[in-house]
């Protein structure tokens, strides 16, 4: 290669280890980058928790991923890694039900990148809440498919999981 040719990727060189130390320095162990990670989510009066869980094809917890969200139409963005504690990836939301105070989210925009993904997927989050029957986005969607972009309420707030292949694979959106 002569020294004008730019070098070209590998196939190693996907999305890795590397996105905490730089994104989450703080959770990756360098300290005295941020006080705080950027993004981290906190409850609040409006706020739900939303888990978010990713699955590979075989089914199993993938853990070394970062997740990012983000509504425009109320300026919210939030970054989270895997909890140690749990196969999660941890949010607060802002409120998301019709009818409770504070902001009304129709959905979230989800980023996902991890190992062995060059390029960050993207997809969206829904709830059961709201009526989505005239988003356009989600009309684009398969009805047989809309319910990959659907949280699910529990206990602590709502879930989604997100398969990233196989017979339950999410959608995502080449944007």
Known sequence: MSGREKPQESPSQTAGP???IGCTPNVAGVSGVYDEDLGVTTQTK?????????????????????????????SFWARAVHDEERDIYPFFVPVVAKGESGNV??????????????LGLH????FPENDNSSDPVLGLVEPSRQSTLLAQKHDKGYRFDIH????????????
């Open 164 to 175: 990233l292949q196989g017979e339950d694979e999410t959608v995502f959106f080449d944007v």
């Open 46 to 74: 409006n706020s739900s928790f939303l888990e978010i869980r990713i699955f590979d094809g075989d089914g199993n917890p993938v853990t070394d991923a970062m997740v990012e969200l983000w509504a425009d139409s109320i």
């Open 105 to 118: 989210v129709s959905n979230i925009s989800v980023w996902i990148v991890a190992r062995g993904i060059n």
């Open 123 to 126: 997809s969206r989050i829904y």
């Open 18 to 20: 590397y996105l905490h």
